[in-house]
């Protein structure tokens, strides 16, 4: 990202700053008709992706639907829902909503229930990854564009007024030169190749939302020490596809000087406050957590060795830099209420959500560029030619 297009959309950000932090946003015109397609036992309801309707003046929950019984019943309740379904497409056919949640967690119903609800003419608001493989998602977002439907995927932390803070602090040079991101998965039992998938797909739009589209990537992905082949391939938990490693490292190529890495090992002491995001600038550091209020930290130190300069580190909070968090019990409720407004916002003025179908599907080739690179046994470019799973070839 060129440095002025990052300092316009950091002036962007903080000027709806005000408007996102509140629990409503100004109510629109329209009413709109929403719809919640989960999955109980495969995905479920994804990290609050059916509540997050309720309480919002703009919208009605007018359905849901669920294959199970149980939990369809349980989340009409929940969501004060007039009807239910077993079927999604009937649902669909039958209620036209305009905007659909597609909660489960589980992958491999993605694709058919996005592309379900752009037949029918329903924006989106997905749970992430957006889906299994780079095929997949080059059909969701023509199938999407093709009636200039949006989609908005659950990627919490680009919605942050913390992170918009960050963004115009690196906008206005605080930390120099972006050199280096470091990223690190949970890397708790999913460490290696589900935590690429399930976790990594927050650093990875991170990471981008920090530099820019990645150019290129080369990875090796190992399992039990030694790199992976094809017997070492499993099909992945929730649906999430071909798997293969407990350890993964990753290095990418954006725009100018910027490098980024990436590395997963699976059950490694205290690996899981490791998770995150580190950015490091030729003028400083700066670190960050995931969610929709991270706990992102920067210390000025051109050595990037603050124990030795005893330069300071100072908090960026959702009020701004070296100033405490004014959010006392943040939560993913709120997180999704700002994708949420966001994605009325989006609707209403024709342009595409924060974290839009594009940065969902961008994320997931840096993911699966990993995958192909170890196959190839060598640096891949970005787009990838290769549209299939790397892992299933």
Same mark, same amino acid.
């Given at each position: 990202?060129?440095?002025?297009?990052?300092?316009?959309?950091?002036? %962007?950000?903080?000027?709806?700053?005000?408007?996102?932090?509140?629990?409503?946003?100004?109510?629109?015109?329209?009413?709109?008709?929403?719809?919640?397609?989960?999955?109980?036992?495969?995905?479920?309801?994804?990290?609050?992706?059916?509540?997050?309707?309720?309480?919002?003046? $703009?919208?009605?929950?007018?359905?849901?639907?669920?294959? @199970?019984?149980?939990?369809?019943?349980?989340? +009409?309740? *929940?969501?004060?829902?007039? #009807?239910?379904?077993?079927?999604? *497409?009937?649902?669909?056919?039958?209620?036209? &909503?305009?905007?659909?949640?597609?909660?489960?967690?589980?992958? @491999?119903?993605?694709?058919?229930?996005?592309?379900?609800?752009?037949?029918?003419?329903?924006?989106?608001?997905?749970?992430?990854?957006?889906?299994?493989?780079?095929? $997949?998602?080059?059909?969701?977002?023509?199938?999407?564009?093709?009636?200039?439907?949006?989609?908005?995927?659950?990627?919490?932390?680009?919605?942050?007024?913390? !992170?918009?803070?960050?963004?115009?602090?690196?906008?206005?040079?605080?930390?120099?030169?972006? !050199?280096?991101?470091?990223?690190?998965?949970?890397?708790?039992?999913?460490?290696?190749?589900?935590?690429?998938?399930?976790?990594?797909?927050?650093?990875?739009?991170?990471?981008?939302?920090?530099?820019?589209? #990645?150019?290129?990537?080369? #990875?090796?992905?190992?399992?039990?020490?030694? &790199?992976?082949?094809?017997?070492?391939? *499993?099909?992945?938990?929730?649906?999430?596809?071909? !798997?293969?490693?407990?350890?993964?490292?990753?290095?990418?190529?954006? @725009?100018?000087?910027?490098?980024?890495?990436?590395?997963?090992?699976?059950?490694?002491?205290?690996?899981?406050?490791?998770?995150?995001?580190?950015?490091?600038?030729?003028?400083? %550091?700066?670190?960050?957590?995931?969610? /929709?209020? &991270?706990?992102?930290?920067?210390?000025?130190?051109?050595?990037?060795?603050?124990?030795?300069?005893?330069?300071?580190?100072?908090? %960026?909070?959702? @009020?701004?830099?070296?100033?405490?968090?004014?959010?006392?019990?943040?939560?993913? +409720?709120?997180?999704?209420?700002?994708? /949420?407004?966001?994605?009325?916002?989006?609707?209403?003025?024709?342009?595409?959500?924060?974290?839009?179908?594009?940065?969902? *599907?961008?994320?997931?080739?840096?993911?699966?560029?990993?995958?192909?690179?170890?196959?190839?046994? #060598?640096?891949?470019?970005?787009?990838?030619?290769?549209?299939?799973?790397?892992?299933?070839?």
């Amino acid at each position: 990202m060129r440095r002025r297009d990052f300092i316009a959309a950091s002036a %962007i950000t903080l000027a709806n700053l005000s408007t996102s932090r509140r629990s409503v946003a100004r109510p629109g015109t329209a009413k709109y008709r929403v719809a919640v397609i989960g999955r109980t036992g495969q995905g479920n309801y994804g990290h609050g992706l059916d509540v997050v309707w309720n309480g919002l003046d $703009q919208v009605e929950v007018v359905a849901v639907a669920d294959p @199970d019984p149980e939990g369809c019943a349980a989340a +009409a309740r *929940r969501l004060r829902a007039p #009807a239910s379904y077993s079927d999604y *497409r009937r649902m669909l056919e039958m209620e036209r &909503p305009q905007i659909v949640s597609v909660a489960p967690r589980w992958l @491999d119903c993605h694709r058919d229930m996005v592309l379900a609800c752009a037949e029918t003419g329903c924006h989106v608001f997905l749970e992430k990854p957006m889906c299994q493989t780079l095929e $997949q998602a080059d059909e969701m977002i023509a199938a999407l564009e093709k009636r200039n439907l949006k989609l908005a995927i659950a990627h919490q932390t680009r919605y942050s007024p913390a !992170l918009a803070h960050a963004q115009k602090m690196i906008a206005d040079g605080s930390l120099g030169d972006i !050199l280096e991101l470091r990223g690190r998965g949970k890397e708790d039992r999913r460490g290696g190749g589900e935590d690429l998938m399930v976790l990594g797909t927050h650093v990875m739009d991170l990471m981008r939302f920090v530099a820019g589209n #990645a150019q290129w990537c080369f #990875a090796q992905v190992r399992s039990d020490g030694h &790199p992976v082949t094809r017997d070492d391939v *499993r099909d992945g938990a929730e649906g999430i596809g071909p !798997l293969a490693g407990d350890e993964i490292h990753a290095m990418y190529g954006f @725009d100018g000087m910027t490098t980024g890495y990436f590395s997963t090992h699976r059950a490694r002491q205290g690996a899981s406050a490791r998770y995150g995001l580190q950015v490091y600038g030729s003028r400083g %550091i700066l670190t960050m957590t995931t969610g /929709a209020v &991270p706990e992102i930290w920067y210390v000025e130190d051109p050595s990037w060795q603050p124990g030795r300069s005893k330069a300071p580190w100072k908090r %960026i909070s959702s @009020d701004g830099v070296d100033k405490p968090e004014p959010l006392s019990d943040p939560n993913q +409720a709120y997180g999704n209420r700002l994708i /949420a407004l966001d994605l009325i916002r989006a609707i209403e003025t024709d342009t595409q959500p924060k974290g839009s179908m594009y940065d969902g *599907r961008a994320a997931l080739e840096m993911i699966l560029a990993v995958y192909e690179s170890h196959r190839l046994k #060598a640096p891949v470019r970005l787009p990838l030619e290769n549209r299939r799973h790397p892992l299933s070839m």
